[in-house]
């Protein structure tokens, strides 16, 4: 049995001019607006996040990720070191 989809009304605030150009491209290969939305949802439901990979090409942003993965790193090699000190203590305890 297939069950009928509710559809509900929602509003989005776009640039103008954006919107105009999307839908003047949608009507040319015979879509509407709403559609293109309908699909654009399905995808992000299908593909569990946005239906493309998001990128910041942004020199700043990769400095910052790089800087944070060496902390990490630190942070895991400290961790580490601490780690085998308490076993050491922990052994040397037992004896």
Known sequence: ???????????????KDSLSDAKEI???VGMNFSEAVNI???MIV??????FE????NNE??????KLYR?????????NKENKATKARDFLDAL
């Open 1 to 15: 049995m297939h069950t009928k989809e509710i559809k509900v009304q929602t509003s989005l605030r776009i640039d």
């Open 26 to 28: 949608l009507s040319e």
């Open 40 to 42: 654009f949802t399905k």
């Open 46 to 51: 299908k593909h569990k996040g946005l239906p």
């Open 54 to 57: 998001v990128k910041i090409p």
């Open 61 to 66: 942003t990769n400095d910052l990720t790089q």
């Open 71 to 79: 902390a990490l790193e630190e942070v895991a090699q400290i961790e």
